[in-house]
Protein backbone atom coordinates (compact mmCIF):
# COMPACT_ATOMS: atom_id res chain seq x y z
CA UNK A 1 0.00 0.00 0.00
CA UNK A 2 1.51 3.20 -0.70
CA UNK A 3 -1.09 5.13 1.43
CA UNK A 4 -0.45 5.67 4.79
CA UNK A 5 -2.70 8.32 6.01
CA UNK A 6 -6.20 7.03 7.52
CA UNK A 7 -8.90 7.27 5.35
CA UNK A 8 -11.68 9.99 6.30
CA UNK A 9 -14.29 9.02 8.35
CA UNK A 10 -17.80 8.96 6.03
CA UNK A 11 -20.40 11.18 7.67
CA UNK A 12 -24.06 10.98 7.76
CA UNK A 13 -26.28 14.28 7.12
CA UNK A 14 -26.54 14.99 10.32
CA UNK A 15 -22.98 14.42 11.10
CA UNK A 16 -22.79 18.30 11.88
CA UNK A 17 -25.91 17.98 14.03
CA UNK A 18 -24.36 15.45 16.47
CA UNK A 19 -21.47 17.29 17.05
CA UNK A 20 -23.73 20.55 17.75
CA UNK A 21 -25.38 18.39 20.02
CA UNK A 22 -22.51 17.18 22.00
CA UNK A 23 -22.60 13.24 21.50
CA UNK A 24 -20.00 11.64 22.03
CA UNK A 25 -18.67 10.47 18.45
CA UNK A 26 -16.76 7.60 17.79
CA UNK A 27 -15.52 5.44 14.20
CA UNK A 28 -17.82 2.66 13.40
CA UNK A 29 -16.77 0.65 10.83
CA UNK A 30 -15.73 3.67 8.98
CA UNK A 31 -18.20 6.24 9.93
CA UNK A 32 -17.84 8.97 12.40
CA UNK A 33 -21.31 8.54 14.46
CA UNK A 34 -22.77 9.12 18.16
CA UNK A 35 -22.02 6.71 20.63
CA UNK A 36 -23.75 8.56 23.11
CA UNK A 37 -25.81 11.54 23.64
CA UNK A 38 -27.18 12.43 26.98
CA UNK A 39 -25.88 8.91 28.43
CA UNK A 40 -26.18 5.21 27.21
CA UNK A 41 -28.55 3.77 30.10
CA UNK A 42 -30.86 6.99 29.91
CA UNK A 43 -31.01 6.56 26.10
CA UNK A 44 -32.00 2.65 26.90
CA UNK A 45 -34.18 3.49 29.41
CA UNK A 46 -35.68 6.24 26.52
CA UNK A 47 -36.63 3.19 23.88
CA UNK A 48 -37.90 1.02 26.27
CA UNK A 49 -40.14 3.15 28.34
CA UNK A 50 -40.89 6.20 26.09
CA UNK A 51 -39.37 7.14 22.92
CA UNK A 52 -35.62 8.22 21.55
CA UNK A 53 -34.69 8.87 18.15
CA UNK A 54 -31.76 6.98 16.28
CA UNK A 55 -29.63 8.41 13.13
CA UNK A 56 -28.95 5.16 10.98
CA UNK A 57 -28.45 6.75 7.66
CA UNK A 58 -25.24 4.73 7.81
CA UNK A 59 -27.03 1.77 6.75
CA UNK A 60 -27.08 1.14 3.35
CA UNK A 61 -29.94 0.57 0.40
CA UNK A 62 -29.87 -1.88 -2.58
CA UNK A 63 -32.94 -1.24 -4.45
CA UNK A 64 -33.74 -4.57 -7.04
CA UNK A 65 -36.15 -3.90 -9.93
CA UNK A 66 -37.09 -5.65 -13.18
CA UNK A 67 -39.04 -8.61 -14.20
CA UNK A 68 -37.10 -10.83 -12.66
CA UNK A 69 -36.36 -8.78 -9.89
CA UNK A 70 -38.99 -11.38 -7.50
CA UNK A 71 -35.96 -14.63 -8.97
CA UNK A 72 -33.15 -12.31 -8.28
CA UNK A 73 -33.74 -11.20 -4.10
CA UNK A 74 -35.09 -15.34 -4.32
CA UNK A 75 -31.84 -16.21 -4.99
CA UNK A 76 -29.40 -14.14 -2.93
CA UNK A 77 -31.70 -14.21 0.45
CA UNK A 78 -32.39 -17.14 2.82
CA UNK A 79 -35.99 -16.05 3.39
CA UNK A 80 -38.95 -17.06 1.08
CA UNK A 81 -39.43 -13.49 -0.88
CA UNK A 82 -42.49 -15.01 -3.46
CA UNK A 83 -44.46 -14.91 0.48
CA UNK A 84 -44.41 -11.02 0.96
CA UNK A 85 -46.97 -9.06 0.32
CA UNK A 86 -46.75 -5.18 -1.69
CA UNK A 87 -45.94 -3.44 1.64
CA UNK A 88 -44.22 -6.00 3.39
CA UNK A 89 -40.92 -6.78 4.73
CA UNK A 90 -39.65 -9.51 6.44
CA UNK A 91 -35.55 -10.23 8.24
CA UNK A 92 -33.47 -12.26 5.79
CA UNK A 93 -29.80 -12.94 4.83
CA UNK A 94 -27.33 -13.07 2.00
CA UNK A 95 -25.35 -16.02 2.13
CA UNK A 96 -21.70 -17.43 0.27
CA UNK A 97 -22.36 -20.80 -1.72
CA UNK A 98 -20.30 -22.33 1.65
CA UNK A 99 -23.65 -21.60 3.38
CA UNK A 100 -21.75 -17.88 5.34
CA UNK A 101 -23.50 -14.85 6.20
CA UNK A 102 -22.48 -12.38 3.66
CA UNK A 103 -24.87 -10.22 5.92
CA UNK A 104 -28.16 -10.43 7.43
CA UNK A 105 -30.79 -7.74 5.66
CA UNK A 106 -34.36 -6.40 5.38
CA UNK A 107 -36.05 -6.96 2.66
CA UNK A 108 -39.13 -4.87 1.52
CA UNK A 109 -41.14 -5.51 -1.63
CA UNK A 110 -42.40 -2.46 -2.80
CA UNK A 111 -44.17 -4.07 -6.20
CA UNK A 112 -43.87 -7.44 -8.26
CA UNK A 113 -40.91 -6.31 -9.77
CA UNK A 114 -39.38 -3.87 -7.18
CA UNK A 115 -37.43 -4.56 -3.80
CA UNK A 116 -35.39 -2.52 -0.79
CA UNK A 117 -32.36 -4.59 0.08
CA UNK A 118 -31.88 -2.59 3.50
CA UNK A 119 -27.88 -4.26 4.97
CA UNK A 120 -25.67 -2.72 7.52
CA UNK A 121 -22.86 0.20 7.12
CA UNK A 122 -19.43 -1.77 7.70
CA UNK A 123 -20.46 -4.19 5.09
CA UNK A 124 -22.26 -1.64 2.19
CA UNK A 125 -19.35 -2.37 -0.57
CA UNK A 126 -18.94 -5.63 0.34
CA UNK A 127 -22.53 -6.25 -0.26
CA UNK A 128 -23.83 -4.20 -3.26
CA UNK A 129 -20.43 -5.84 -5.15
CA UNK A 130 -22.56 -8.83 -3.94
CA UNK A 131 -25.76 -8.87 -4.62
CA UNK A 132 -24.43 -6.95 -8.39
CA UNK A 133 -22.84 -9.49 -9.41
CA UNK A 134 -24.90 -12.45 -8.76
CA UNK A 135 -27.92 -10.72 -10.00
CA UNK A 136 -26.07 -10.47 -13.20
CA UNK A 137 -27.93 -13.29 -14.74
CA UNK A 138 -31.29 -12.21 -14.09
CA UNK A 139 -33.39 -9.57 -16.06
CA UNK A 140 -33.01 -7.12 -13.08
CA UNK A 141 -31.08 -3.81 -12.48
CA UNK A 142 -29.60 -3.77 -8.92
CA UNK A 143 -29.08 0.42 -7.35
CA UNK A 144 -27.39 1.57 -4.66
CA UNK A 145 -29.53 4.11 -3.21
CA UNK A 146 -27.56 4.39 -0.03
CA UNK A 147 -26.39 8.16 -0.12
CA UNK A 148 -29.76 9.10 -0.69
CA UNK A 149 -31.26 8.53 1.74
CA UNK A 150 -31.20 10.02 5.98
CA UNK A 151 -32.72 7.28 7.54
CA UNK A 152 -34.14 8.15 11.06
CA UNK A 153 -35.82 4.89 13.49
CA UNK A 154 -37.89 6.49 16.09
CA UNK A 155 -38.30 3.73 18.62
CA UNK A 156 -40.53 2.86 21.81
CA UNK A 157 -43.63 2.42 23.00
CA UNK A 158 -44.37 5.94 22.34
CA UNK A 159 -42.74 6.05 18.72
CA UNK A 160 -46.56 5.95 17.41
CA UNK A 161 -47.63 8.80 19.18
CA UNK A 162 -44.46 10.96 18.44
CA UNK A 163 -44.31 10.13 14.39
CA UNK A 164 -48.08 10.40 14.17
CA UNK A 165 -48.24 14.03 15.34
CA UNK A 166 -46.04 14.23 11.71
CA UNK A 167 -47.74 12.20 9.25
CA UNK A 168 -50.87 11.82 7.61
CA UNK A 169 -50.55 8.53 7.70
CA UNK A 170 -52.99 6.30 9.73
CA UNK A 171 -49.73 4.35 11.69
CA UNK A 172 -52.28 1.98 13.11
CA UNK A 173 -52.72 0.54 10.29
CA UNK A 174 -49.24 -0.28 9.45
CA UNK A 175 -48.49 -3.34 11.67
CA UNK A 176 -45.05 -4.97 12.33
CA UNK A 177 -42.81 -4.99 9.18
CA UNK A 178 -44.70 -3.49 7.09
CA UNK A 179 -44.52 -0.28 5.52
CA UNK A 180 -46.53 2.67 4.03
CA UNK A 181 -45.43 5.92 1.73
CA UNK A 182 -47.27 9.28 2.91
CA UNK A 183 -46.64 12.26 3.96
CA UNK A 184 -44.12 12.77 6.41
CA UNK A 185 -42.63 16.22 8.17
CA UNK A 186 -44.09 17.71 4.67
CA UNK A 187 -41.95 14.95 2.67
CA UNK A 188 -45.08 13.55 0.32
CA UNK A 189 -44.19 9.50 -0.78
CA UNK A 190 -42.25 8.91 2.29
CA UNK A 191 -41.66 5.74 3.44
CA UNK A 192 -42.75 4.63 6.98
CA UNK A 193 -41.74 1.29 7.73
CA UNK A 194 -42.63 -0.53 11.02
CA UNK A 195 -39.20 -1.42 11.59
CA UNK A 196 -36.25 -1.49 14.19
CA UNK A 197 -33.37 -3.12 15.57
CA UNK A 198 -34.56 -2.84 19.53
CA UNK A 199 -37.22 -4.99 20.44
CA UNK A 200 -39.32 -2.51 20.75
CA UNK A 201 -42.29 -0.76 18.32
CA UNK A 202 -41.17 1.49 16.33
CA UNK A 203 -40.20 3.14 13.17
CA UNK A 204 -37.87 3.97 10.70
CA UNK A 205 -38.67 6.51 7.97
CA UNK A 206 -36.42 7.35 4.95
CA UNK A 207 -36.27 10.95 4.00
CA UNK A 208 -34.06 12.98 1.29
CA UNK A 209 -30.43 12.83 2.50
CA UNK A 210 -29.31 17.07 1.70
CA UNK A 211 -28.52 18.04 5.31
CA UNK A 212 -31.34 20.88 5.52
CA UNK A 213 -33.78 18.56 5.19
CA UNK A 214 -32.22 15.84 7.38
CA UNK A 215 -31.62 18.46 9.94
CA UNK A 216 -35.39 19.85 9.78
CA UNK A 217 -36.46 16.29 10.28
CA UNK A 218 -34.51 15.71 13.14
CA UNK A 219 -35.76 18.17 15.14
CA UNK A 220 -39.00 18.30 13.87
CA UNK A 221 -38.88 14.43 15.40
CA UNK A 222 -37.31 15.89 18.84
CA UNK A 223 -40.25 18.19 18.90
CA UNK A 224 -42.58 15.69 18.71
CA UNK A 225 -41.47 13.41 21.12
CA UNK A 226 -40.82 16.12 23.31
CA UNK A 227 -43.63 15.93 25.90
CA UNK A 228 -42.92 11.52 25.73
CA UNK A 229 -39.65 12.82 27.32
CA UNK A 230 -37.65 11.67 24.22
CA UNK A 231 -34.13 11.50 23.99
CA UNK A 232 -31.61 11.23 20.57
CA UNK A 233 -30.24 7.42 20.93
CA UNK A 234 -26.35 6.29 20.24
CA UNK A 235 -24.70 3.48 19.07
CA UNK A 236 -24.17 2.67 22.48
CA UNK A 237 -27.69 2.21 23.52
CA UNK A 238 -28.65 1.05 19.81
CA UNK A 239 -26.17 -2.06 20.65
CA UNK A 240 -27.61 -2.58 24.37
CA UNK A 241 -31.09 -2.49 23.09
CA UNK A 242 -30.04 -5.16 20.45
CA UNK A 243 -28.37 -7.13 22.55
CA UNK A 244 -31.57 -7.65 25.42
CA UNK A 245 -33.78 -8.42 22.56
CA UNK A 246 -30.83 -10.95 21.34
CA UNK A 247 -30.91 -9.92 17.60
CA UNK A 248 -27.80 -10.50 15.43
CA UNK A 249 -24.92 -8.30 14.61
CA UNK A 250 -22.91 -8.72 11.61
CA UNK A 251 -18.54 -9.39 12.72
CA UNK A 252 -20.29 -10.52 16.34
CA UNK A 253 -22.93 -13.12 15.83
CA UNK A 254 -22.83 -13.52 12.69
CA UNK A 255 -20.19 -13.53 9.77
CA UNK A 256 -18.13 -15.08 7.05
CA UNK A 257 -17.35 -18.67 9.15
CA UNK A 258 -21.06 -18.40 10.52
CA UNK A 259 -24.04 -20.39 9.30
CA UNK A 260 -27.56 -19.47 9.95
CA UNK A 261 -28.02 -22.83 11.65
CA UNK A 262 -25.59 -22.17 14.25
CA UNK A 263 -26.72 -18.33 14.73
CA UNK A 264 -29.83 -19.75 15.77
CA UNK A 265 -31.72 -18.13 12.67
CA UNK A 266 -33.47 -21.15 10.80
CA UNK A 267 -36.51 -19.66 11.33
CA UNK A 268 -35.89 -17.56 8.25
CA UNK A 269 -34.24 -20.11 6.21
CA UNK A 270 -36.44 -21.50 3.96
CA UNK A 271 -34.60 -24.28 2.86
CA UNK A 272 -38.32 -25.48 0.46
CA UNK A 273 -38.57 -22.62 -1.27
CA UNK A 274 -35.94 -23.70 -4.03
CA UNK A 275 -32.46 -23.63 -4.28
CA UNK A 276 -30.63 -20.31 -3.50
CA UNK A 277 -27.20 -18.96 -2.80
CA UNK A 278 -25.76 -21.08 0.35
CA UNK A 279 -28.49 -23.65 0.16
CA UNK A 280 -26.74 -26.81 -1.03
CA UNK A 281 -24.12 -26.08 1.80
CA UNK A 282 -26.84 -25.81 4.21
CA UNK A 283 -29.07 -28.92 3.35
CA UNK A 284 -25.29 -31.20 3.86
CA UNK A 285 -24.97 -29.13 7.07
CA UNK A 286 -28.62 -30.84 7.67
CA UNK A 287 -27.56 -34.22 6.24
CA UNK A 288 -24.95 -34.41 8.14
CA UNK A 289 -26.42 -34.11 11.48
CA UNK A 290 -26.94 -30.28 11.90
CA UNK A 291 -24.56 -27.68 13.24
CA UNK A 292 -21.80 -28.47 15.62
CA UNK A 293 -21.78 -25.02 17.76
CA UNK A 294 -25.02 -23.38 18.67
CA UNK A 295 -25.67 -19.22 19.55
CA UNK A 296 -26.97 -19.40 22.93
CA UNK A 297 -28.03 -16.31 25.50
CA UNK A 298 -25.86 -16.15 29.00
CA UNK A 299 -26.77 -14.47 32.37
CA UNK A 300 -23.61 -14.25 34.69
CA UNK A 301 -24.83 -14.88 37.87
CA UNK A 302 -21.37 -14.24 39.82
CA UNK A 303 -20.25 -10.69 40.11
CA UNK A 304 -18.43 -9.52 36.21
CA UNK A 305 -19.45 -8.50 33.10
CA UNK A 306 -19.01 -11.02 30.20
CA UNK A 307 -17.89 -8.46 27.11
CA UNK A 308 -17.19 -9.48 23.46
CA UNK A 309 -14.18 -11.99 22.88
CA UNK A 310 -13.82 -13.36 26.65
CA UNK A 311 -13.84 -17.48 26.30
CA UNK A 312 -16.70 -19.33 27.53
CA UNK A 313 -15.44 -22.50 29.88
CA UNK A 314 -16.88 -25.35 30.96
CA UNK A 315 -16.72 -26.96 34.57
CA UNK A 316 -13.49 -28.21 34.29
CA UNK A 317 -11.76 -25.04 32.85
CA UNK A 318 -11.42 -26.13 29.27
CA UNK A 319 -12.43 -23.60 26.55
CA UNK A 320 -15.49 -24.52 24.77
CA UNK A 321 -16.55 -21.29 23.07
CA UNK A 322 -16.54 -17.40 22.77
CA UNK A 323 -18.68 -14.65 23.82
CA UNK A 324 -19.93 -12.62 20.34
CA UNK A 325 -21.52 -9.93 22.31
CA UNK A 326 -21.91 -9.13 26.32
CA UNK A 327 -22.68 -6.10 28.07
CA UNK A 328 -24.75 -4.79 31.18
CA UNK A 329 -27.94 -5.23 30.14
CA UNK A 330 -29.57 -1.70 31.16
CA UNK A 331 -33.20 -2.63 31.42
CA UNK A 332 -32.88 -6.02 32.72
CA UNK A 333 -30.19 -5.07 35.12
CA UNK A 334 -28.20 -8.44 34.53
CA UNK A 335 -25.26 -8.72 32.47
CA UNK A 336 -25.96 -10.91 29.71
CA UNK A 337 -23.92 -11.86 26.31
CA UNK A 338 -24.80 -14.37 23.22
CA UNK A 339 -21.87 -16.99 22.82
CA UNK A 340 -21.40 -20.02 20.52
CA UNK A 341 -20.53 -23.12 22.33
CA UNK A 342 -21.09 -27.11 21.32
CA UNK A 343 -24.56 -28.07 20.41
CA UNK A 344 -24.45 -31.05 23.65
CA UNK A 345 -23.89 -28.57 26.02
CA UNK A 346 -26.60 -25.70 24.41
CA UNK A 347 -29.35 -26.10 26.90
CA UNK A 348 -31.30 -24.09 29.20
CA UNK A 349 -30.25 -23.60 32.52
CA UNK A 350 -27.10 -25.71 31.62
CA UNK A 351 -24.07 -23.81 34.05
CA UNK A 352 -20.80 -22.74 31.87
CA UNK A 353 -18.45 -19.88 32.85
CA UNK A 354 -16.96 -17.00 31.43
CA UNK A 355 -13.26 -16.17 31.46
CA UNK A 356 -13.55 -12.60 32.51
CA UNK A 357 -9.79 -10.92 33.01
CA UNK A 358 -8.21 -14.21 33.71
CA UNK A 359 -11.09 -15.74 36.17
CA UNK A 360 -14.27 -18.21 35.60
CA UNK A 361 -16.89 -16.27 36.58
CA UNK A 362 -19.97 -18.72 36.48
CA UNK A 363 -22.84 -18.21 33.95
CA UNK A 364 -25.88 -19.92 32.78
CA UNK A 365 -27.78 -20.66 29.73
CA UNK A 366 -31.43 -19.03 29.76
CA UNK A 367 -33.95 -18.69 26.82
CA UNK A 368 -33.53 -15.25 24.38
CA UNK A 369 -34.64 -12.62 23.64
CA UNK A 370 -33.43 -12.02 27.09
CA UNK A 371 -35.77 -8.94 26.65
CA UNK A 372 -39.63 -9.29 25.03
CA UNK A 373 -41.69 -5.99 25.17
CA UNK A 374 -44.99 -6.32 27.00
CA UNK A 375 -48.15 -6.80 24.95
CA UNK A 376 -50.12 -3.68 24.05
CA UNK A 377 -53.64 -4.04 26.98
CA UNK A 378 -55.34 -1.37 25.23
CA UNK B 1 -15.07 20.36 35.21
CA UNK B 2 -12.26 21.71 37.85
CA UNK B 3 -8.88 19.80 38.45
CA UNK B 4 -8.07 20.08 42.28
CA UNK B 5 -5.04 22.15 42.70
CA UNK B 6 -3.98 19.92 46.00
CA UNK B 7 -4.41 16.36 43.61
CA UNK B 8 -1.49 14.77 41.82
CA UNK B 9 -2.51 12.90 38.61
CA UNK B 10 -1.70 9.95 36.39
CA UNK B 11 -1.22 9.96 32.54
CA UNK B 12 -3.91 6.73 32.93
CA UNK B 13 -6.18 9.33 34.27
CA UNK B 14 -6.03 8.56 38.23
CA UNK B 15 -5.71 11.29 40.84
CA UNK B 16 -4.43 10.81 44.62
CA UNK B 17 -4.69 13.06 47.55
CA UNK B 18 -2.07 13.14 49.73
CA UNK B 19 -2.18 13.42 53.93
CA UNK B 20 0.31 12.47 55.58
CA UNK B 21 0.98 9.23 54.71
CA UNK B 22 -2.34 8.39 53.42
CA UNK B 23 -3.10 8.55 49.58
CA UNK B 24 -6.75 8.45 48.50
CA UNK B 25 -6.74 7.73 44.95
CA UNK B 26 -9.62 7.75 42.41
CA UNK B 27 -10.37 8.35 38.68
CA UNK B 28 -10.57 11.44 36.99
CA UNK B 29 -13.67 13.68 35.60
CA UNK B 30 -11.96 13.14 32.29
CA UNK B 31 -12.06 9.47 32.33
CA UNK B 32 -15.29 8.85 33.48
CA UNK B 33 -16.60 10.80 30.79
CA UNK B 34 -14.72 9.08 28.67
CA UNK B 35 -16.04 6.07 29.95
CA UNK B 36 -19.63 6.80 30.35
CA UNK B 37 -22.36 5.50 32.77
CA UNK B 38 -20.29 3.30 34.96
CA UNK B 39 -21.38 0.33 36.59
CA UNK B 40 -18.84 -2.01 38.65
CA UNK B 41 -16.37 -0.94 40.41
CA UNK B 42 -13.56 -3.84 40.92
CA UNK B 43 -10.91 -3.14 43.60
CA UNK B 44 -8.41 -4.42 45.78
CA UNK B 45 -8.87 -5.83 49.48
CA UNK B 46 -7.93 -4.14 51.84
CA UNK B 47 -4.17 -5.24 53.31
CA UNK B 48 -3.42 -5.86 49.42
CA UNK B 49 -0.24 -4.46 48.07
CA UNK B 50 -0.42 -1.88 45.14
CA UNK B 51 2.30 -0.99 43.01
CA UNK B 52 3.30 2.39 41.28
CA UNK B 53 2.54 2.29 37.60
CA UNK B 54 0.58 -1.51 37.79
CA UNK B 55 -3.01 -2.35 37.78
CA UNK B 56 -4.89 -2.70 41.07
CA UNK B 57 -8.54 -3.03 39.84
CA UNK B 58 -10.74 -1.99 36.50
CA UNK B 59 -13.67 0.07 35.98
CA UNK B 60 -16.16 -0.92 34.51
CA UNK B 61 -18.74 1.10 32.15
CA UNK B 62 -21.80 0.09 30.29
CA UNK B 63 -19.85 -0.35 26.88
CA UNK B 64 -16.27 -0.91 27.79
CA UNK B 65 -13.63 -1.84 30.82
CA UNK B 66 -10.70 0.29 31.95
CA UNK B 67 -8.01 -1.00 34.12
CA UNK B 68 -7.11 1.22 37.22
CA UNK B 69 -3.22 1.99 37.66
CA UNK B 70 -2.13 2.77 41.20
CA UNK B 71 -0.43 6.61 41.15
CA UNK B 72 1.90 5.16 44.11
CA UNK B 73 3.31 2.08 46.01
CA UNK B 74 1.87 0.82 49.10
CA UNK B 75 -0.62 -0.97 51.17
CA UNK B 76 -4.33 -0.66 51.02
CA UNK B 77 -6.20 0.54 53.92
CA UNK B 78 -9.52 0.96 53.03
CA UNK B 79 -11.83 0.37 49.95
CA UNK B 80 -15.22 2.55 48.96
CA UNK B 81 -17.75 -0.43 49.58
CA UNK B 82 -20.01 2.59 48.78
CA UNK B 83 -19.20 2.06 44.89
CA UNK B 84 -20.15 -1.68 44.88
CA UNK B 85 -23.95 -0.48 45.00
CA UNK B 86 -23.49 2.65 43.43
CA UNK B 87 -20.69 2.63 41.16
CA UNK B 88 -22.70 5.98 39.38
CA UNK B 89 -21.25 8.14 41.96
CA UNK B 90 -18.41 7.97 39.76
CA UNK B 91 -19.90 9.76 37.02
CA UNK B 92 -21.26 12.66 39.64
CA UNK B 93 -18.21 13.48 41.17
CA UNK B 94 -15.90 11.65 39.63
CA UNK B 95 -13.25 14.08 42.19
CA UNK B 96 -14.94 13.25 45.06
CA UNK B 97 -15.76 9.00 44.19
CA UNK B 98 -13.06 7.91 46.11
CA UNK B 99 -11.91 4.03 45.40
CA UNK B 100 -8.89 2.85 47.73
CA UNK B 101 -7.00 4.24 50.34
CA UNK B 102 -3.33 3.72 50.09
CA UNK B 103 -0.63 3.96 53.11
CA UNK B 104 2.30 5.33 50.85
CA UNK B 105 5.75 3.21 51.34
CA UNK B 106 7.51 6.08 49.21
CA UNK B 107 6.23 9.49 49.11
CA UNK B 108 9.10 10.51 47.13
CA UNK B 109 7.17 8.49 44.01
CA UNK B 110 4.88 11.64 44.09
CA UNK B 111 7.14 13.87 42.39
CA UNK B 112 6.56 11.77 39.32
CA UNK B 113 3.26 12.93 39.03
CA UNK B 114 1.61 15.44 37.44
CA UNK B 115 0.10 18.59 38.67
CA UNK B 116 -3.50 19.60 38.20
CA UNK B 117 -2.18 22.20 35.59
CA UNK B 118 -0.23 19.48 33.72
CA UNK B 119 -2.66 16.67 33.59
CA UNK B 120 -5.41 19.65 32.24
CA UNK B 121 -2.75 19.97 29.16
CA UNK B 122 -1.97 16.47 29.01
CA UNK B 123 -6.30 15.67 28.46
CA UNK B 124 -6.09 18.94 25.96
CA UNK B 125 -3.70 16.94 24.25
CA UNK B 126 -4.99 13.85 24.30
CA UNK B 127 -8.54 15.28 23.26
CA UNK B 128 -6.68 16.94 20.32
CA UNK B 129 -5.32 13.85 19.01
Not at chain 1, 291 to 300: A, N, T, W
Request: charged share 25%; hydrophobic share 40%; glycine share 8%.
Amino acid sequence: MATSAPPALRRTALNAMHHRMGAKMVDFGGWDMPVEYSGLIAEHMAVRTGVGVFDVSHMGDIQLRGPEALAAVQHITINDVSKLQLGQAHYSAMLYPQGTFVDDVIVHKFSDNDYLIVINAGTREKDYNWVKSNVQRFHCHASDYSDFYTQLAIQGPKAAETLAKLTNLDLSTIKGYWFKWGTACGLSNTLVARTGYTGEDGFEIYVPSDVVTSERVWNEVLEAGKEFGILPCGLGARNTLRLESAMSLYGHEISETINPFEAHLERFLKLDKGNFLGSDALKKVQAEGGPKRKLVGLEVIERGIARDGYPVLNASGEKIGVVTSGSPAPFLKKNIALAYVPVELAFIDNEVAVEIRGNPVKAKIVPTPFYRRPKKTA
Amino acid sequence: MAYPANYKYTREHEWIEVSGKTGTVGITDYAQNSLGDIVFVDAPKVGSKVEKGAIFGSVESVKAVSDLYSPVSGTVTEVNESLKDSPEKINTDAHAAWIIKVELSDSAELDSLLDAAAYEKFIAEETGK
